[in-house]
T-cell receptor, first 113, second 114 residues
Framework: SQKIEQNSEALNIQEGKTATLTCNYT??????LQWYRQDPGRGPVFLLL?????KEKRKERLKVTFDTTLKQSLFHITASQPADSATYLC????????????FGTGTRLTVIP | DTGVSQDPRHKITKRGQNVTFRCDPI?????LYWYRQTLGQGPEFLTY????????KSRLLSDRFSAERPKGSFSTLEIQRTEQGDSAMYLC????????????FGSGTRLTVV
């Protein structure tokens, strides 16, 4: 069956450190993978997209890697801040002909001042 | 355009009643999606529209659920004969084409069935 697993339900790190979140998937062949941030009671907010032929993508303090052989994406937040505390969701499309995103369960990140 | 709007933000209803939610997407986006999210889970796909055509429905969408997007603008999601298991956050999103630039989500409608 198809699965998207994010490494842990919750991750606590000290302010200033790098947070690394993992997304593993099985039985998908996505054309791209996306990361979203979700705050309590709000809808997800798009952060980054990485395509299957890209290894790495950066945006300010964010970095995403995508390994289609391992079927894994890593999401890094460098110089983390308390304002980065939120749930982070990975999402991938279902491959050729697919018309929607499939989401993981998310990782709740808490950055401790 | 201030993003995707959903109305109402919260809805409490008695079991067996019908409810209807509205979504106003970003006007330039041709695709509109409905997702459902329960506590501790990621959003689950329900259905999507390209312009006014409903092109895909998840098997999660029982026959008590119906969605429309008249004239390819706003969309409504109706749940008939609500059940307690319908309690969830209902999220609407829109995108340009397949979403290669991401989906834009609304803030959702929190449904509680008592």
């Amino acid at each position: 069956s198809q699965k998207i697993e994010q490494n842990s339900e919750a991750l606590n790190i000290q302010e200033g450190k790098t947070a690394t979140l993992t997304c593993n998937y099985t039985n998908y062949s996505p054309a791209y993978l996306q990361w979203y941030r979700q705050d309590p009671g709000r809808g997800p907010v798009f952060l980054l997209l990485i395509r299957e032929n890209e290894k790495e993508k950066r945006k300010e303090r964010l970095k995403v890697t995508f390994d289609t052989t391992l079927k894994q994406s890593l999401f890094h937040i460098t110089a983390s801040q308390p304002a980065d505390s939120a749930t982070y969701l990975c999402a991938l499309d279902g491959g050729t002909g697919a018309n929607n995103l499939f989401f993981g369960t998310g990782t709740r990140l808490t950055v401790i001042p | 355009d201030t993003g995707v709007s959903q109305d109402p933000r919260h809805k409490i209803t008695k079991r067996g009643q019908n409810v209807t939610f509205r979504c106003d997407p970003i006007s330039e986006h041709n695709r509109l999606y409905w997702y459902r999210q329960t506590l501790g889970q990621g959003p689950e796909f329900l259905t999507y529209f390209q312009n006014e055509a409903q092109l895909e429905k998840s098997r999660l969408l029982s026959d008590r659920f119906s969605a429309e997007r008249p004239k390819g603008s706003f969309s409504t999601l109706e749940i008939q004969r609500t059940e307690q298991g319908d309690s969830a956050m209902y999220l609407c999103a829109s995108s340009l084409n397949r979403g290669e630039y991401g989906y834009t989500f609304g803030s959702g409608t929190r449904l509680t069935v008592v």
